[in-house]
């Protein structure tokens, strides 16, 4: 059962998206932070890296610029945040359904099953992740490197149970990761014309046989 | 066999980057178009599409300006051109290859290789490809969406010889191509660890099994 098989990396909690020194220290601050981060999501989401501005985002929010200040340095400072912070949103939301999965080959299903729910209701992480392509690099392959290295871990512990061919590595979980972000880019932000459990089923159907050991 | 099944759809020859009545009628014109969309390539690959100029282009392609607006109105143009002649070139380069695979499954395999291939000859591709979701989101798509049918068309091929499961179909397209995507973007730009022959094969075990009828 991948239940208790430690397969998702997720146990020790997000990194706070911001440098120590201005990580929030008290439950406002944390939801201030939550409310600029979000304002950040839908103003770049919407306008892009270069035409959105700080204002921009302190106006979604709702907060004065000195709040804004207390927590980034400049717009750079916010988008890399942001590109983190929607990286640890997508494993928070994913890592709690996996471990539902009966087997190692399951859990990608219910991970690309989940993947799907959340980007159709966070459609906008498609470009901002896309964008950081040229914002940030290291913040781009920050975001993917994660990605693979959470289902290289899910692998090896279905590996262990037998589950999964005892070969299965970086090559597969590239090639796993690169599925379920395109069926995401297709059934998840352009049309919503498949069911996301009949998406993760159709392609979980290729990974049952195709990692079978 | 995948040789005879015509199963790309590349017999028509790729169509002409350039609107109708710019198509070079002459062999030297031919040249010259091929030039400015080569230089286009290194121009926006290097610069990106804001920093990347008209006048970097023709310094590149060792053109006058002049040329560059017989085929040519403006940057938008030119970019959309060079994303269709990425997408030409990536499908007149596979094409060939495909068409010497024993069977459906081998197809992909040899699509995947020799995909891997050019991308290791053209990086820029990437970054072209991907500016292309935020420059002109119609050739995104395009891009996207011409690699699915050839896949698709390939699958149903394989189905009809017998070599495929009977309902492989848009969502295993889709799939495909997203594999190929990231593992190009893994070991074709960011690191060349493995050969494309070992990544191709690695990946086209998954399919060997999980598409079997």
């Known amino acids: 059962m991948a239940k208790d098989s430690g397969a998702d990396a997720t146990a020790e909690g997000p990194p706070s998206p911001t440098s120590e020194a201005k990580t929030p220290r008290t439950e406002r601050g944390r939801r201030t932070l939550r409310t600029i981060l979000d304002a950040a999501a839908a103003e770049f989401g919407e306008k892009g890296f270069h035409e959105g501005s700080i204002s921009g985002i302190t106006t979604r929010?709702?907060?004065?610029?000195?709040?804004?200040?207390?927590?980034?340095?400049?717009?750079?400072?916010?988008?890399?945040?942001?590109?983190?912070?929607m990286s640890g949103q997508v494993r928070d939301h994913v890592a709690p359904r996996v471990r539902d999965a009966v087997d190692g080959i399951d859990a990608e299903r219910l991970g690309l099953e989940s993947f799907l729910e959340f980007v159709r209701r966070h459609k906008e992480i498609y470009r901002i992740i896309d964008e950081a392509e040229f914002v940030d690099q290291?913040?781009?392959?920050?975001?993917?490197?994660?990605?693979?290295?959470?289902?290289?871990?899910?692998?090896?512990?279905?590996?262990?149970?037998?589950?999964?061919?005892?070969?299965?590595?970086?090559?597969?979980?590239?090639?796993?990761?690169?599925?379920?972000?395109?069926?995401?880019?297709?059934?998840?932000?352009?049309?919503?014309?498949?069911?996301?459990?009949?998406?993760?089923?159709a392609a979980n159907d290729i990974l049952r046989r195709g990692l079978a050991p």
């Open 61 to 85: 929010a709702g907060v004065a610029l000195g709040s804004f200040y207390t927590y980034f340095d400049s717009k750079d400072e916010v988008f890399r945040a942001l590109v983190r912070d």
């Open 138 to 201: 290291a913040s781009y392959r920050d975001h993917y490197a994660g990605a693979v290295d959470r289902i290289r871990t899910r692998l090896a512990a279905g590996a262990a149970r037998g589950e999964i061919r005892a070969d299965a590595g970086e090559v597969h979980a590239w090639a796993i990761m690169g599925m379920n972000v395109f069926l995401g880019l297709r059934y998840g932000v352009w049309q919503e014309d498949l069911a996301p459990s009949e998406v993760a089923a």
